[in-house]
């Protein structure tokens, strides 16, 4: 009987957890419905920004002679050092999201020591800042609670310390690494490259045919301001991406766990049942044998 109370105890215990990954599968469903709705009203204002960046900087690569003197579009042929930001989630019970982007931001770091480029790793969400805390890997900045609710301001203020170093020449560039949201059941790696801005695909016939109009010694200066503009964007658009591809995530890994709860379940009511029908048996050859031995 005891070992028949035992399986009660564990069909209980995972039936209250089956309760809890349901919950927390409707949870994440609810919250992926706003993110994702939110990441492609960003995705085309990230889009329509890189297309205005792109035009200006065209323009002045090709029409200039010596092309585009800002140092955020020069190509640095021997870095020295480099800031990588990488976003993870605040929490965990999500599959592989977190770990995806921990092995990436792992491999970078590994690529540029073999290049002997100093790498400045900064982080946003509990999770990367602690495994890398655990692992003795060293922080230049760290914020938390960021990831899980992005935040426009606090975003802009965590890049902004890159974007001047950048101008300044403190550093040689900046890559930005997080999980992105493709769609309900995938999630996809992002490795971007922010500073410099690549200017290899700018066309100088798209230039001409471009209807924004700015004037000549205007574009200098809108150039540096819509730089600032699009790391500081970029940067909140990951954290927006990032965000809808964790509660996807979430609400797979809390799928999953609520069906093998359900077969876990099946699994113990048929051992249960078993061994009850066992207990039974034995029960009832004890009476017949204490009546034989009577006779």
Do not use: W
């Amino acid at each position: 009987m005891a070992n028949l109370k035992d399986i009660q105890r564990q069909i209980k215990s995972v039936t209250n957890t089956q309760k809890t990954t349901r919950a927390m599968k409707l949870v994440s469903t609810a919250k992926l419905r706003r993110a994702e709705e939110l990441a492609k009203r960003s995705r085309l204002y990230a889009a329509k920004m890189n297309q205005v960046i792109a035009e200006i900087a065209g323009r002045i690569k090709c029409n200039r002679i010596g092309g585009i003197e800002n140092r955020c579009f020069t190509e640095i042929e021997n870095p020295k050092i480099v800031d990588i930001v990488f976003v993870t989630a605040d929490k965990g019970l999500c599959g592989g999201f977190n770990i995806q982007t921990i092995k990436a931001v792992k491999k970078l770091i590994a690529e540029y020591k073999e290049k002997n480029v100093k790498v400045r790793l900064r982080g946003i969400g509990k999770k990367g800042i602690e495994f890398f805390k655990y692992n003795e890997v060293e922080l230049f900045d760290e914020v938390a609670n960021l990831s899980s609710k992005p935040d426009k301001v606090r975003s802009d203020e965590f890049i902004m310390s890159s974007i001047e170093d950048y101008k300044d020449g403190k550093i040689d560039g900046l890559r930005i690494v997080y999980n992105g949201y493709k769609n309900m059941i995938t999630q996809e790696l992002h490795i971007s490259n922010i500073l410099p801005v690549d200017t290899t695909d700018f066309e100088c016939d798209e230039i001409r045919d471009s209807m924004l109009e700015v004037e000549a010694q205007d574009e200098e200066h809108m150039l540096d301001s819509l730089v600032n503009r699009y790391v500081k964007y970029a940067m909140y658009y990951a954290l927006i991406d990032s965000v809808a591809a964790e509660h996807s995530s979430r609400m797979q890994a809390m799928d999953t766990a609520t069906n093998n709860a359900k077969d876990m379940v099946k699994s113990l009511n048929v051992k249960y049942n078993k061994a009850r029908q066992a207990a039974i048996t034995t029960e009832l050859i004890e009476i017949i044998s204490g009546v034989e031995s009577m006779k």
